[in-house]
């Protein structure tokens, strides 16, 4: 089965780039998009189709996706940015999502 | 404004059945593929099934852990997509989200919407 790796966490300090990778084989032959989930909220949808920024995501989240690896960059980043990301794609009819990443902006 | 509700969550014992549904308002339902996602206490996201629309044939798919114990369906006429759990697990102790599937060509999903989720706790 095909699988996603995601760092465990990932460490910013405000203002800086963040950027949190997602890897697996060829996974820049499927699109990837990013979610936001904060602790006891619902996720929320940050980039789609590797680049695409959904309605009412700040320009500062941006997404890539090349070769093995898919990158969700945040420029400058917030405290409001602190959160939980997943990567997801979709393969032989599955979704297949990343085991996450803590982001915290100290 | 577009809503997704989940509702049917809560305590069930080991080997029991349950049905979540999850109500949908402000876009037009029947144009639209849905999901099913969980996360477990402390855990990150699982995707549980998928049901395409029926322009896609109401197709569905399924996690490998629950496929044959769980089956997600759809009322257009209601606006409602459901998820039948049966022979449940301890391990199937989560909040269940419901969201909105969107795609291209029927393929490379991406979910755009989600609810705010309902908690079941299967224990004896």
């Known amino acids: 089965s095909y699988d996603v790796t995601q760092p465990p966490s990932v460490s910013v300090s405000p203002g800086q780039t963040a950027s949190i990778t997602c890897s697996g084989d060829n996974l820049g032959d499927k699109f990837v998009a990013w979610y936001q989930q904060k602790p006891g909220q619902s996720p929320v949808l940050v980039i789609y189709k590797d680049n695409k920024r959904p309605s009412g995501i700040p320009e500062r989240f941006s997404g890539s996706n090349s070769g093995n690896t898919a990158t969700l960059t945040i420029s400058e980043t917030q405290p409001v940015d602190e959160a939980e990301f997943y990567c997801q794609a979709w393969d032989s009819s599955i979704v297949i999502l990343g085991g996450g990443t803590k982001l915290t902006v100290l | 404004e577009m809503n997704l509700v989940e509702s049917g969550g809560g305590l069930v014992q080991p080997r029991r059945s349950l049905r979540l549904s999850c109500s949908v308002s402000g876009f037009t339902f029947g144009d639209y593929a849905m999901s099913w996602f969980r996360q477990a206490p402390g855990q990150g996201l699982q995707w549980v099934a998928l049901?395409?629309?029926?322009?896609?044939?109401?197709?569905?798919q399924y996690a490998a852990s629950v496929r044959g114990r769980f089956t997600i369906s759809r009322d257009d006429s209601r606006s409602i997509v459901y998820l039948q759990m049966s022979s449940l697990k301890t391990e199937d102790t989560a909040v269940y989200f419901c969201s909105r599937a969107v795609s291209e060509y029927g393929d490379s999903w991406y979910f755009d919407l989600w609810g705010r989720g309902a908690l079941v706790t299967v224990t004896s």
């Open positions: 049901i395409t629309n029926r322009a896609y044939g109401a197709t569905t």
